[in-house]
């Protein structure tokens, strides 16, 4: 199942606002949340993941499709801000840390 159109942040544009000036930075080992305030009424995703961290396409997508499950799950109690999740260089083999950390990273979003 994918995010439909409506949740998912426009490439260039979108991202350039965010990482220049964030209202939200969460960072929690390898991952971070920028995010920034949107005039939408939903919130919107971006991942980004380098290629030099993750070098096989497999992993990167893997990666992004943990993260985009783990914020339709979240996205019901997620404020109206456009988030870009970055995945740094780790050892996510086990999906099941990666979630755990997704988790406490939505939910501190959700304080904010």
């Known amino acids: 199942m994918s995010l439909g159109v409506k949740y998912i942040i426009p490439s260039k ?3 350039t606002s965010i990482f220049s000036e964030p209202d ?15 005039c939408c009424s939903n919130p919107r995703l971006g991942v980004s993941i380098k290629k ?3 070098s ?7 990666l992004k499709r943990e993260v985009k499950q783990s914020f339709m799950l979240a996205i ?6 456009d988030y870009v999740v970055i995945v740094g260089r780790g050892k996510f083999g086990n999906s099941n840390l990666l979630k755990q950390q997704l ?5 501190s979003c959700n304080k904010t």
Do not use: C, E, Q
């Open 103 to 107: 988790n406490i990273m939505w939910d």
């Open 52 to 54: 030099k961290d993750y």
């Open 56 to 62: 096989l396409a497999v992993h990167r997508n893997t």
């Open 13 to 15: 544009p979108g991202f």
């Open 24 to 38: 939200l930075k969460i960072k929690k080992s390898n991952l971070v949340i920028l995010g920034k305030k949107n």
């Open 76 to 81: 019901k109690k997620l404020p109206s801000y």
